[in-house]
C-alpha cells in the first residue's frame, strides 16, 4: 500500500486581492463599496489562514503603482486602511497576529506611518500568525532598495551572495511564499514580491476578492496539496 502522508499546508501563502472595483460595479455600487467589502474578506482570510495552521500570510493591499489611481480613490484606500487597523489590532493581537508591513509606508503619511509602526512593535512577539501587509510595495523598488543597501554597505562585490542579498529586502527573515494566489481572473504578477516567488506555486481563481472566505482559502490550499513542488530537482 502506498504509504499515506498528511497533505502538506503551506507556510506562507500570499494573496494578490484583486477584483474589489469589478465587484462593486456588478452591484451598480461605487468602488469604495467594493474595498470596503474587501476588508471583510481580509479579515474572514486572517481567520481561515490560523484555522489551517498556515504560519505566514502577506496580503497585496497597495502596489506602488496604485498611486495612479484617482486621488478620491487613493484617499478611500487610506481611510480604510486606518480603519481597519483601529478597528481590528486588538483582535488580532488576541488572536496572536504578528503584524508586519512591506513597502514604502512613509508614502501614507506621518500619522499613518506611525500608526503601523506601532501596531508592529504591539504585536511583535506574537507567534500564531505573520501578517505581512504590503503597502505602497513594489517588487523592483524592494530589489533595487536592496542594492542600494547592499552598494552603500561597501561590500566586496563576490561577497553578495542569494542569501545575504534576500537578507536586505522588506521580506528580511520570512520564508518565500509557497503559494501565490491571486483573484479576480487577471493572470500577472502586477510587481508583487518578483524576488520571493521564484518557486512559488501560482494559483488564478477567477473569485472576486470580496467574495474570498474560508471556502476559497481552503479550495486554493487543497489544490496546493496535488502539486509537485520540485524546485528544479529530478530524482537520481
Ligand atoms: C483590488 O481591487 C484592490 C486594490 C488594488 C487596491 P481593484 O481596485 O484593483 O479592483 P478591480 O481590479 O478594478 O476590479
Ligand atoms: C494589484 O492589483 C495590486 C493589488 C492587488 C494591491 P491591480 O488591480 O492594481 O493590478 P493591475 O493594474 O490590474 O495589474
Ligand atoms: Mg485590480
Known amino acids: 500500500m502506498p504509504e499515506v502522508s498528511a497533505r502538506p499546508v503551506p507556510q506562507?501563502?500570499?494573496?494578490?486581492m484583486d477584483?474589489?472595483?469589478?465587484?462593486?460595479?456588478?452591484?451598480?455600487?461605487?468602488?469604495?463599496?467594493g474595498h470596503r467589502e474587501g476588508a471583510k474578506a481580509v479579515r474572514r482570510t486572517v481567520e481561515a489562514a490560523?484555522?489551517?495552521g498556515v504560519r505566514y500570510?502577506?496580503?497585496?493591499?497597495?502596489?506602488?503603482?496604485?498611486?495612479?489611481?484617482?486621488?478620491?480613490?487613493?484617499?478611500?484606500?487610506t481611510f480604510l486602511l486606518?480603519?481597519?487597523?483601529?478597528?481590528?489590532?486588538?483582535?488580532?493581537?488576541?488572536?496572536?497576529?504578528?503584524l508586519k508591513i512591506i513597502g514604502e509606508r512613509e508614502r501614507f503619511g506621518p500619522n499613518l506611518t506611525a500608526e503601523l509602526t506601532a501596531a508592529e512593535t504591539k504585536t511583535a512577539n506574537n507567534s500564531k500568525l505573520t501578517l505581512v501587509m504590503a503597502l505602497s510595495y513594489g517588487g523592483r523598488a524592494d530589489i533595487v532598495a536592496a542594492a542600494r543597501k547592499a552598494i552603500a554597505s561597501g561590500m566586496a562585490a563576490a561577497a553578495l551572495t542569494e542569501e545575504n542579498f534576500a537578507a536586505l529586502l522588506d521580506t528580511r527573515g520570512i520564508p518565500d511564499p509557497d503559494l501565490l494566489i491571486r483573484t479576480?481572473?487577471?493572470?500577472?504578477?502586477?510587481?508583487?514580491?518578483?524576488?520571493?516567488?521564484?518557486?512559488?506555486?501560482?494559483?488564478?481563481?477567477?473569485?472576486?476578492w470580496p467574495d474570498f472566505g474560508a471556502a476559497t482559502f481552503a479550495a486554493a490550499l487543497d489544490e496546493y496539496a496535488t502539486r509537485e513542488r520540485r524546485f528544479g530537482a529530478r530524482p537520481a
Open 57 to 77: 500570510l502577506t496580503l497585496f493591499a497597495f502596489s506602488s503603482e496604485n498611486w495612479r489611481r484617482s486621488p478620491g480613490e487613493v484617499a478611500d484606500l
Open 82 to 98: 486606518k480603519h481597519y487597523l483601529r478597528s481590528e489590532l486588538n483582535e488580532m493581537h488576541a488572536q496572536g497576529v504578528c
Open 184 to 208: 479576480s481572473g487577471e493572470v500577472r504578477i502586477s510587481n508583487f514580491l518578483l524576488w520571493q516567488t521564484a518557486y512559488s506555486e501560482l494559483l488564478f481563481t477567477d473569485v472576486l
Open 50 to 52: 490560523i484555522a489551517k
Open 19 to 33: 477584483g474589489n472595483g469589478r465587484w462593486a460595479a456588478g452591484r451598480g455600487l461605487p468602488r469604495a463599496a
Open 12 to 16: 506562507h501563502v500570499a494573496i494578490i
